[in-house]
């Protein structure tokens, strides 16, 4: 077993920068049929330009690449000791190359242990087998949406569709809940893996493992794939569209399981995934660890940069998009100016500041003059040189929503003007907003190497001690593209699309499935 802890650290480079070809598949399919020109439509063309240059660079396709779940299936005999041991060996070679972001943190100190390893991290899951071969397959599943998985305890009254009974009927209200409720803030357009019945910690378990589920495979209970059916087709008519922009391409893939429960309890558990859809499989020689063979790596490998864009209808067309250059500091009067739907095109300096970063602000000063600034939501893949020279790896944004209770305080504290992220946020900002005059720019999930291009020097950092993801970078970037979704004047496209998509949730309220 020489070669198994090698053999592990190629997976986990592989499953953190090359998208699965399944996956690439479902993506190319929702591109082709979105309407060219609309905010959808771009944002699906930055994904697949992203996917792309992950590949190329051999870096993460998003930065957060998420709690590390392992499933490996082992003859009878193989030390599982011993592969436990390579395993986190390949964890933290993979994170000091920059191929995984230190993710495992202290949930009492809140301190990051740096390795990704940690009580709990990664996530190893091992199941004895017959066969004379060992099976590993990987998962990266990021926060955000993690965030979003729920699970239903039936009977349950659902916003929009009433009454979810015991039965398929109820099952498939609580599975279009599922998706309604994730909005865009989960990086839509999603997959879902469902579980059905087990306990509350079972019930999830199944969820996820439909994850490992190819796309396009059939499931083989009948009723079950008929309801997959029904999912994928009708959640796509709930108009939230690509990171909640609007559109046609909400869900990309639904797989749902089955197992019993007790006659008391009946839960629906949804594990919601982001088009960042990163899981890999290898089958190993049990004797040497080589790897033999690739899972989900079989048929076409869409080139995704080729695949081209409908042309929208003219009614249908967004119409001209405005772009609108700016470098802070940035004045009260260039914010009042923008609208939803605006483009922003941001040169010089923005911060980044999340989590860590809003909670110390609140009573703290801040370690730059932040007025007229641009704070950017992202906890980015870092690397220092020999020289000790930072270098931007992966810098996507990260979901906005977790800095609700801070951010229009922050704002008004230290005379920050615009705030980037994914996903929106909620009424307290928006009212912040139009009251200080700042605006709320939203940048493509998950678009970590697209982002990362933008970024032309790291001009230093702060409160590194919060850990990587967590302090406050200073970056000179030029040329970041990101897109109005609340103005200061009251206008939040995420309260519109939540509303719209609510009253389109209502047309599946009449039973179905009998
Ligand atoms: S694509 Fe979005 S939800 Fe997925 S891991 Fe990246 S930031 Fe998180």
Redesign the pocket.
Same mark, same amino acid.
């Given at each position: 077993m020489k070669k198994f802890e090698e053999s592990m650290y190629q997976l986990i480079v592989e499953t953190s920068t090359n998208l699965p070809n399944d996956v690439r598949r479902a993506i190319a399919k929702a591109k082709a049929k979105e309407n060219a020109g609309t905010r959808a439509a771009l944002s699906l063309s930055t994904i697949t330009e992203n996917i792309g240059m992950a590949d190329e660079n051999v870096s993460p396709? *998003?930065?957060?690449?998420?709690m590390p779940t392992f499933e490996v299936k082992v003859p009878v005999g193989v030390n599982q000791i011993e592969m436990k041991k390579a395993i986190y060996a390949a964890v933290e070679r993979a994170t000091k190359d920059t191929k995984l972001r230190p993710n495992s943190v202290d949930s009492l100190t809140g301190k990051n242990s740096g390795n990704n390893l940690g009580e709990g991290t990664p996530v190893i899951h091992f199941e004895q087998w017959e066969k004379d071969v060992i099976d590993v397959r990987l998962i990266?599943? !990021?926060?955000? *949406?993690?965030n979003k998985n729920i699970q239903y305890s039936l009977p349950a009254e659902l916003e929009g569709l009433g009454r979810a009974g015991r039965d398929l009927d109820g099952i498939r209200k609580c599975i279009m809940h599922s998706v309604y409720q994730a909005q865009g803030q !989960? *990086?839509s357009a999603g997959f879902i893996g469902v579980g059905i019945g087990g306990d509350r910690t079972t019930s999830y378990s199944l969820a996820k493992e439909q994850l490992f589920r190819t796309v396009d495979d059939v499931n083989e209970n009948e009723e079950l794939q008929k309801l997959e059916d029904y999912v994928l087709e009708n959640a796509n008519k709930l108009g939230i569209g690509t990171m909640g922009f609007g559109g046609e391409a909400t869900l990309l893939g639904c797989k749902i399981g089955a197992m019993n429960r007790l006659p008391a309890s009946f839960f629906v558990s949804v594990a919601y995934? *982001?088009?960042?859809y990163r899981r890999l499989g290898v089958i190993l020689d049990q004797e040497t660890g080589d790897i033999k063979k690739w899972l989900y790596k079989d048929g076409e490998k869409v080139d995704l940069n080729k695949v081209e864009q409908e042309v929208a209808a003219a009614e249908e067309s967004a119409g001209e998009v405005r772009e609108v250059v700016l470098e802070a500091p940035i004045t009260e009067e260039q914010i009042r100016e923008l609208k939803v739907g605006d483009v922003v095109i941001i040169n010089g300096m923005m911060h980044t500041g999340r989590d860590a970063i809003h909670h110390h602000l609140m009573d703290h000063d801040a370690p730059i003059d932040l007025n007229g600034q641009v704070i950017y939501h992202c906890g980015p893949v870092m690397m220092k040189d020999d020289q000790g020279e930072w270098h931007v790896k992966a810098a996507?944004?990260?979901?906005s929503i977790r800095e609700e209770p801070y951010q229009g305080d922050i704002m008004k504290k230290f005379g920050i003007r615009a705030v980037i992220g994914?996903g929106g946020m909620g009424p307290k900002t928006l009212k912040a907003l139009g009251e200080h005059g700042g605006v709320y720019l939203n940048a493509i !999930?998950?678009a970590?190497q697209y982002y990362a291009d933008c970024i032309k020097k790291v001009k230093g950092v702060d409160l590194l001690e919060f850990g990587i993801p967590e302090a406050m970078w200073h970056l000179e970037v030029e040329g970041f593209a990101a897109i109005v979704t609340m103005d200061s004047h009251g206008n939040s496209l995420h309260a519109d699309v939540d509303k719209s998509s609510l009253e389109k949730l209502a047309q599946f309220k009449e039973p179905v499935f009998k």
């Open positions: 396709i *998003c930065q957060d690449t998420g990266l599943k !990021g926060g955000g *949406c993690e !989960g *990086c995934n *982001c088009w960042a996507g944004p990260t979901t994914k !999930g998950g970590a």
